[in-house]
């Protein structure tokens, strides 16, 4: 029997779509606000405690706090850039604004770590001007250790539940401030003992933690701007979907490409050589909509190569 012509999909199915769409930049731009009054909070609150207690480490996780409300306004601004519908200069669309703006933290990180390293590494050059700091540095430290811990575990449920690699960043950006915190507190604490030398030791981990960071997200971005595959796993589900097709025989030269949080695939499906072009087209047009429907992939560009299938009646 031969295959019937795939049904396209209908008003409700694409109207479905776009609502996920809209409900997906809900919640990361909500996300990202409680982000943004979070950071002016503990920017405002880490470098008033730190001046007032002569703290350099925690005005260096002030700095750290001031660059997170800066990567929060970058995510607002890539979000709202990326929902674009295609024009004729972007015609698969703004996704990859994402990724751009996941290459700009990244860089602002390295910028913010190596800052914090040479101002740290400058006052250990100096260590006569090593001064004991006032209690009131370590209690801020803890308040922001446990506000940046709550923002992390927050933003990630929600970037995990929209599916969203820049918002994924920001959760981890806001982790590695809860770590910073952590190491500041620990060398307010061990300068309040009189170890005063620990404060700015404590300056240098964190401006550490915070280069390094910036170098992995800038290098994920980088790759993903060149086009980089998606993961194994992606691809093989979308493989396996596809050979799932009635009429589909088998596929070869399966490619893909990142484009922001979702995948451009381009494939070549073996089809039986008896059937009519209609019918060939299809079954491509099939295993696409299956392919769209199950997993986060943008586009599918298909070729249908013919394969001969010997007569069954023939061969009997």
């Given amino acids: 029997m031969s295959p019937e012509p795939a049904d396209l999909p209908d008003d409700a199915t694409i109207a479905?779509?776009?609502?996920?769409?809209?409900?997906?930049?809900?919640?990361?731009?909500?996300?990202?606000?409680?982000s943004v009054a979070v950071n002016v909070g503990l920017t405002a609150a880490q470098a008033v405690a730190g001046f007032i207690s002569g703290s350099q480490a925690l005005i260096a996780d002030a700095a750290?706090?001031?660059?997170?409300?800066?990567?929060?306004?970058?995510?607002?601004?890539?979000a709202w850039q990326s929902r674009k519908d295609p024009d004729a200069d972007h015609?698969?669309?703004?996704?990859?604004?994402?990724?751009?703006?996941?290459?700009?933290?990244?860089?602002?990180?390295?910028?913010?770590?190596?800052?914090?390293?040479?101002?740290?590494?400058?006052k250990l050059q100096h260590p006569a001007g090593a001064q004991p700091v006032q209690p009131l540095a370590l209690w801020v430290a803890l308040a922001a250790l446990v506000?940046?811990?709550?923002?992390?575990?927050?933003?990630?449920?929600?970037?995990?539940?929209?599916?969203?690699?820049?918002?994924?960043?920001?959760?981890?950006?806001?982790?590695?401030?809860a770590a910073?915190?952590?190491v500041v507190a620990l060398g307010i604490g061990g300068n309040l003992l009189g170890y005063h030398m620990l404060d700015p030791v404590a300056a240098i981990v964190v401006g550490l933690m915070v280069a390094r960071m910036?170098?992995?997200?800038?290098?994920?971005?980088?790759?993903?701007?060149?086009?980089?595959?998606?993961d194994e796993e992606t691809v093989e589900g979308i493989r396996q979907t596809m050979l799932a097709t009635p009429g589909v025989l088998g596929l070869h030269d399966l490619r893909t490409r990142k484009m922001g949080d979702q995948v451009l695939?381009?494939?070549?499906?073996?089809?039986?050589?008896?059937?009519?072009?209609?019918?060939?087209?299809?079954?491509?047009?099939?295993?696409?909509?299956?392919t769209l429907g199950n997993h986060h992939v943008?586009?599918?560009?298909?070729?249908?190569d013919p394969v001969y299938v010997p007569d069954k009646a023939t061969t009997a």
Avoid: P
């Fill in 91 to 122: 015609q698969y669309g703004h996704l990859r604004f994402e990724t751009a703006a996941s290459l700009a933290l990244g860089g602002l990180l390295l910028a913010v770590g190596v800052g914090m390293l040479w101002a740290a590494v400058t």
């Fill in 16 to 34: 479905g779509s776009l609502s996920d769409v809209d409900a997906r930049h809900r919640a990361g731009r909500r996300s990202t606000l409680v």
């Fill in 265 to 290: 695939v381009d494939v070549h499906l073996e089809i039986d050589a008896g059937l009519t072009v209609a019918q060939g087209h299809a079954i491509a047009v099939e295993a696409r909509r299956r």
């Fill in 64 to 78: 750290h706090s001031l660059s997170d409300l800066l990567s929060d306004f970058v995510v607002l601004l890539a």
């Fill in 180 to 182: 910073s915190s952590l």
């Fill in 214 to 230: 910036g170098l992995r997200f800038g290098w994920d971005a980088l790759n993903d701007l060149m086009d980089r595959a998606a």
């Fill in 147 to 177: 506000s940046k811990e709550l923002l992390f575990r927050y933003l990630l449920a929600v970037a995990r539940r929209v599916r969203s690699g820049m918002l994924v960043a920001n959760a981890w950006h806001a982790r590695s401030d």
């Fill in 298 to 304: 943008l586009n599918v560009m298909t070729h249908v």
